[in-house]
């Protein structure tokens, strides 16, 4: 991620969802809670673009995902989007189709770690964004459902078939994928979907913790590690290894390794500050 910026400002209001940021935080909230925070064609181009723009905030090192009422999100809006795309030109729905994608895409690109908060109903596109994140924080009442297939579409939306697969194994997500069918928390955690599952009553504080964590950490390492995980996923071990070893040389002359070594002689805990500059290896392949 390059930490140069152009003429064009960065976003200072977003409309179609609401954004804050506490103590290195950046919390959006899906906001539709009559709708089960169903998305609209402006909320997807939105999240793309605050994803885009976010490595160039330097207050925000955690990004936390979640919705308000009682669900997650129930997916693409019905009415506004399903509607809306039966009366679409092909290339209209490619372009599109391709903007939903390319919010997963920067999901996972994104130099800071994204947490979903999944407390109710996570359908259809919702069910990929909380996917597309790097840790799911749960309740026992989230629910997960790929719908696609029962809408007459591949269940292979948004990246789906190529995350879900690396995350609970080809048979679960076959099943997922092709049958669409609704899974509790409990068999999400079984097979791995859910990261930490959490008592209602200790959501909230489960996921504020885990987000000021990731945000009071070590940025540069959290951002490459990001990084490695998901360019290993396609790399032969050769090529995997050469990466690392390229990764770590280049953060053993940041800001953080030196602090740790610091501290370690000091007998006291580290300070991390390290920034979000130090991303070269996030675009890179050795040959």
Request: hydrophobic fraction near 50%.
């Amino acid at each position: 991620m390059s930490p140069f910026r152009a003429s064009a400002p960065l976003t200072d209001q977003w409309r179609h969802f609401r954004f804050s940021v506490a103590d290195g935080v950046g919390t959006v909230v899906l906001d539709r809670p009559d709708k089960l925070n169903a998305l609209t064609f402006e909320a997807y181009a939105d999240l793309r673009d605050l994803l885009t723009e976010l490595p160039h905030h330097d207050q925000v090192r955690a990004l936390v995902l979640r919705g308000s009422g009682r669900a997650f999100s129930s997916g693409g809006d019905v009415n506004e989007i399903i509607g809306a795309t039966l009366a679409m030109a092909p290339d209209e729905l490619l372009a599109f189709t391709r903007m939903t994608g390319e919010v997963t895409r920067a999901m996972r690109e994104v130099p800071v770690p994204v947490i979903a908060a999944v407390h109710g109903i996570a359908a259809g596109a919702g069910a990929v964004l909380a996917l597309a994140a790097d840790l799911r924080v749960c309740t026992p009442a989230a629910r997960f459902a790929f719908l696609f297939t029962k809408v007459g579409l591949s269940g292979g939306d948004m990246g789906a078939a190529y995350l879900l697969p690396r995350l609970v194994g080809l048979g679960h997500a076959t099943r997922l994928l092709m049958l669409g069918d609704t899974i509790g928390a409990a068999e999400a955690e079984r097979i791995g979907l859910i990261s930490f599952l959490v008592e209602a009553e200790t959501f909230d504080e489960a996921v504020d913790g885990l987000a000021r964590r990731l945000a009071s950490g070590p940025a540069q390492a959290y951002a490459q590690t990001k990084a490695l995980l998901t360019k290993e996923q396609d790399m032969g071990l050769a090529a995997a290894v050469e990466l690392d070893a390229m990764t770590q040389a280049l953060l053993m002359k940041g800001q953080d390794y030196a602090e740790f070594h610091a501290a370690f002689a000091a007998g006291r805990e580290p300070v991390w500050k390290g920034r979000l500059l130090l991303s070269a290896t996030a675009g890179q392949q050795p040959s």
